[in-house]
Nanobody, 117 residues
């Protein structure tokens, strides 16, 4: 079974940057989709970035141009580079791995990102 471990969250000021990491143990089978989601207090969980095994990416308008998702296949790790952070980016961020052929979803434990002056 695949397990995901997240790291990289923290407290930053508006305009600063953070990079989140999510490392997977176990094998990953194609096709798959890596995703980053976030959930703010009182809000629904929302997708902020995703990348497929053929390098297609998708971002909502709220983060487009500021966030970048990438992966290191050799290390079974996905990253989320977050630049120009805003207070409204404050949330718990979760990584997700969806293996389409198996119809299986795996979630990281979540990491807190707080953007405040």
């Amino acid at each position: 079974q695949v397990q995901l471990v997240e790291s990289g969250g923290g407290l930053v000021q508006p305009g600063e940057s953070l990079r989140l990491s999510c490392a997977a143990s176990g094998s990953i089978s194609r096709p798959y989709i890596w995703g980053w989601y976030r959930q703010a207090p009182g809000a629904q969980r929302e997708l902020v970035a995703e990348i497929t095994n053929v390098d297609s990416t998708n971002y909502p308008d709220s983060v487009k141009g500021r966030f970048t998702i990438s992966r290191d296949n050799a290390k079974n790790t996905v990253f989320l580079q977050m630049n120009s952070l805003k207070p409204e980016d404050t949330a718990v961020y979760y990584c997700n791995l969806y293996q389409l052929s198996r119809n299986e979803n795996y979630w990281g434990q979540g990491t807190q990102v707080t953007v405040s002056s």
